[in-house]
Protein backbone atom coordinates (compact mmCIF):
# COMPACT_ATOMS: atom_id res chain seq x y z
CA UNK A 1 0.00 0.00 0.00
CA UNK A 2 1.00 3.61 -0.56
CA UNK A 3 1.63 6.39 1.73
CA UNK A 4 -1.38 7.02 3.39
CA UNK A 5 -2.68 10.56 2.18
CA UNK A 6 -5.77 12.60 3.80
CA UNK A 7 -7.99 14.42 0.95
CA UNK A 8 -9.27 17.15 1.24
CA UNK A 9 -11.21 17.25 -1.87
CA UNK A 10 -14.84 18.51 -1.66
CA UNK A 11 -15.93 15.42 -2.94
CA UNK A 12 -14.20 13.36 -0.43
CA UNK A 13 -15.22 15.83 2.35
CA UNK A 14 -18.89 15.97 0.86
CA UNK A 15 -19.26 11.70 0.63
CA UNK A 16 -17.15 11.46 4.30
CA UNK A 17 -18.71 14.58 5.90
CA UNK A 18 -14.99 15.43 6.51
CA UNK A 19 -11.90 14.87 5.18
CA UNK A 20 -11.17 10.74 3.91
CA UNK A 21 -8.08 9.01 4.30
CA UNK A 22 -7.02 6.55 1.99
CA UNK A 23 -4.12 4.47 0.63
CA UNK A 24 -3.61 3.33 -3.18
CA UNK A 25 -3.50 -0.78 -3.62
CA UNK A 26 -2.54 -2.41 -6.80
CA UNK A 27 -6.27 -4.06 -7.86
CA UNK A 28 -5.02 -7.12 -8.08
CA UNK A 29 -3.81 -7.39 -4.51
CA UNK A 30 -7.42 -6.99 -3.73
CA UNK A 31 -9.27 -10.04 -2.64
CA UNK A 32 -13.20 -9.79 -1.69
CA UNK A 33 -14.53 -12.18 0.71
CA UNK A 34 -18.03 -10.91 -0.47
CA UNK A 35 -19.07 -7.82 -2.30
CA UNK A 36 -22.48 -8.64 -2.20
CA UNK A 37 -23.30 -4.78 -1.02
CA UNK A 38 -20.61 -3.36 -2.72
CA UNK A 39 -22.32 -0.44 -4.37
CA UNK A 40 -20.15 1.72 -7.33
CA UNK A 41 -21.26 5.44 -7.56
CA UNK A 42 -20.04 7.47 -10.63
CA UNK A 43 -18.58 10.48 -8.45
CA UNK A 44 -16.96 12.16 -11.67
CA UNK A 45 -16.14 11.78 -15.63
CA UNK A 46 -12.88 9.97 -14.60
CA UNK A 47 -13.51 8.26 -11.14
CA UNK A 48 -15.84 6.23 -9.11
CA UNK A 49 -16.77 5.47 -5.53
CA UNK A 50 -17.30 1.82 -3.88
CA UNK A 51 -19.84 2.04 -0.85
CA UNK A 52 -21.30 -0.28 1.16
CA UNK A 53 -25.00 -0.52 0.48
CA UNK A 54 -25.71 -1.83 3.53
CA UNK A 55 -24.47 0.23 6.03
CA UNK A 56 -23.24 3.25 3.93
CA UNK A 57 -19.63 3.17 4.60
CA UNK A 58 -17.33 4.95 2.34
CA UNK A 59 -14.91 2.35 0.72
CA UNK A 60 -13.24 2.52 -2.46
CA UNK A 61 -11.81 5.24 -5.38
CA UNK A 62 -11.58 3.87 -8.36
CA UNK A 63 -10.79 5.60 -11.65
CA UNK A 64 -10.31 2.82 -13.87
CA UNK A 65 -6.49 1.77 -13.73
CA UNK A 66 -4.73 -0.83 -12.13
CA UNK A 67 -4.67 0.45 -8.92
CA UNK A 68 -7.87 1.88 -6.59
CA UNK A 69 -7.55 3.92 -3.42
CA UNK A 70 -8.84 1.94 0.10
CA UNK A 71 -10.64 4.33 2.33
CA UNK A 72 -8.59 3.53 5.58
CA UNK A 73 -11.20 4.82 8.00
CA UNK A 74 -13.00 1.46 7.26
CA UNK A 75 -10.61 -0.85 8.33
CA UNK A 76 -10.43 -2.84 11.73
CA UNK A 77 -8.11 -1.37 13.99
CA UNK A 78 -4.78 -1.75 14.69
CA UNK A 79 -3.98 -1.15 11.38
CA UNK A 80 0.03 -0.57 11.36
CA UNK A 81 -0.63 2.36 9.16
CA UNK A 82 0.35 6.07 9.57
CA UNK A 83 -1.22 9.44 7.53
CA UNK A 84 1.82 10.89 5.46
CA UNK A 85 0.45 13.91 3.15
CA UNK A 86 -2.39 16.30 2.92
CA UNK A 87 -3.65 16.57 -0.59
CA UNK A 88 -5.92 19.06 -2.55
CA UNK A 89 -5.73 21.39 0.62
CA UNK A 90 -6.55 24.26 -1.75
CA UNK A 91 -9.93 22.90 -1.23
CA UNK A 92 -10.35 21.73 2.14
CA UNK A 93 -12.93 23.07 4.28
CA UNK A 94 -12.85 26.45 6.30
CA UNK A 95 -14.27 25.20 9.58
CA UNK A 96 -10.61 23.36 10.79
CA UNK A 97 -7.10 24.12 10.40
CA UNK A 98 -3.81 21.37 9.22
CA UNK A 99 -1.28 21.40 11.69
CA UNK A 100 0.33 18.44 12.23
CA UNK A 101 2.80 19.64 10.25
CA UNK A 102 3.02 16.59 7.60
CA UNK A 103 3.44 17.71 3.91
CA UNK A 104 0.81 19.69 2.15
CA UNK A 105 0.04 19.39 -1.72
CA UNK A 106 -2.72 21.66 -3.39
CA UNK A 107 -3.04 18.30 -5.54
CA UNK A 108 -2.87 14.97 -5.82
CA UNK A 109 1.31 14.34 -5.70
ZN1 LIG B 1 -10.66 13.62 -2.60
Known sequence: MSELSACHCSQCRRQSGH???AGVVAKDAITFQSDVTLTWYRSSDHA???FCSKCGSAL?????GDNMSINIG???RPTGLHLASHIFVADKGDYYQISDGLPQADQYE
Do not use: E, T
Open 19 to 21: YQV
Open 48 to 50: QRG
Open 60 to 64: FWDDG
Open 74 to 76: CLD
